[in-house]
């Protein structure tokens, strides 16, 4: 029985002999990466990047459901993609926006 699991799982036509599966396997990297970076202040995070991150995941996720065989592990690393770009995109634009600090402004008294 999990002799048939396992090379099911081995010749899948997403399974590990395919770049199919090792692609998103290490697209990973990006999400645990963007998850360290929830540590880093607000002020450092880059907008561009984020809405790169988050419009990949978005698409892909999109894609990786139409496609044939359908990709799970694909489908998985881009919602985790979209949803951690998300999250840093809203903490810079809460930053930005709706901070309540106010800039350090020089005093012109004495």
């Not at 029985?1 to 599966?21: D, R, V």
């Amino acid at each position: 029985m999990a002799t048939s699991k396992i090379q099911a799982f081995l010749n899948h036509p997403a399974g590990p002999k395919t770049i199919h599966f090792w692609a998103p396997t290490f697209k990973w990297g990006i999400s645990i990466a963007n998850i360290a970076d929830f540590a880093k202040p607000p002020e450092k995070i880059s907008y561009p990047q984020q809405v790169a991150v988050t419009a990949t995941g978005v698409i892909w996720s999109r894609y990786s459901m139409v496609i044939t065989p359908k990709n799970w592990n694909l489908f998985a690393v881009n919602v985790a993609m979209a949803g951690t770009g998300l999250y840093q995109l809203s903490r810079k634009i809460s930053k930005d926006y709706f901070s309540d600090e106010k800039e350090a402004v020089p005093s012109l008294e004495g």
